[in-house]
């Protein structure tokens, strides 16, 4: 009898814990359409003032998220360089995009959660689609069309982060700075490489 009453106890609590988290969900839901500057990361609704009590401002958010993106590109666009580029140069080139987004993107992500940002962790589609394209192409045509794109991206990439090294927050403002002096090295290879190719 006292293992039924036990049994029955459990199971009456464990009931009203899930109610009061479905109750929690469902005003955390409620809020979040209403407010007005609710956008959607990866299906996660993400408030535009959701990182005032850390000190980042809303251009620090978009700063990070905006750099998410870049760096997933340059490493899932390296992946297949390293398989399809013909040139020696572009394999090398490809295996340095690698490693050092690799260590870019650990540093931000680690960075975005001090900060409680939420970055996206895959493409948007039509970045997607591109990469897909790119995995059919191969040899000399495959080696310009990556290199073109890498000088073109890291023009962008270096406007970004120079946006981002004057954020007023100093931890953003510093990973920016160093990140930046990389990506700029980057910048420089690519159009030497660029102008290589036949």
């Given at each position: 009898?006292?293992?039924?009453?036990?049994?029955?106890?459990?199971?009456?609590?464990?009931?009203?814990?899930?109610?009061?988290?479905?109750?929690?969900?469902?005003?955390?839901?409620?809020?979040?359409?209403?407010?007005?500057?609710?956008?959607?990361?990866?299906?996660?609704?993400?408030?535009?003032?959701?990182?005032?009590?850390?000190?980042?401002?809303?251009?620090?958010?978009?700063?990070?998220r905006?750099?998410?993106?870049?760096?997933?590109?340059?490493?899932?666009?390296?992946k297949?360089?390293?398989?399809?580029?013909?040139?020696?140069?572009?394999?090398?080139?490809?295996?340095?995009?690698?490693?050092?987004?690799?260590?870019?993107?650990?540093?931000?992500?680690?960075?975005?959660?001090?900060?409680?940002?939420?970055?996206?962790?895959?493409?948007?589609?039509?970045?997607?689609?591109?990469?897909?394209?790119?995995?059919?192409?191969?040899?000399?045509?495959?080696?310009?069309?990556?290199?073109?794109?890498?000088?073109?991206?890291?023009?962008?990439t270096?406007?970004?982060?120079?946006?981002?090294?004057?954020?007023r927050?100093?931890?953003?403002?510093e990973?920016?700075?160093?990140?930046?002096?990389?990506?700029?090295?980057?910048?420089?290879?690519?159009?030497?490489?660029?102008?290589?190719?036949?």
């Open positions: 009898m006292k293992k039924i009453f036990l049994l029955s106890t459990a199971f009456a609590l464990a009931i009203s814990f899930q109610a009061c988290q479905t109750a929690d969900k469902k005003s955390a839901t409620t809020k979040d359409s209403v407010s007005g500057d609710t956008t959607m990361v990866n299906g996660n609704h993400v408030a535009g003032s959701e990182s005032t009590e850390t000190g980042i401002d809303e251009a620090g958010a978009t700063f990070l905006k750099a998410a993106v870049g760096g997933i590109m340059e490493v899932e666009a390296a297949i360089a390293a398989k399809n580029a013909k040139s020696t140069e572009v394999k090398d080139f490809a295996a340095k995009m690698l490693a050092d987004h690799t260590k870019a993107n650990t540093e931000l992500k680690a960075l975005a959660q001090s900060k409680k940002v939420i970055t996206p962790d895959a493409l948007p589609a039509d970045q997607q689609i591109h990469l897909d394209e790119m995995k059919k192409m191969t040899g000399a045509a495959f080696d310009k069309h990556y290199m073109d794109m890498m000088v073109t991206d890291h023009n962008k270096v406007a970004l982060f120079k946006q981002g090294t004057e954020n927050d100093q931890s953003v403002k990973w920016a700075n160093n990140t930046l002096k990389v990506i700029e090295q980057h910048d420089e290879m690519a159009k030497k490489i660029v102008a290589g190719l036949k």
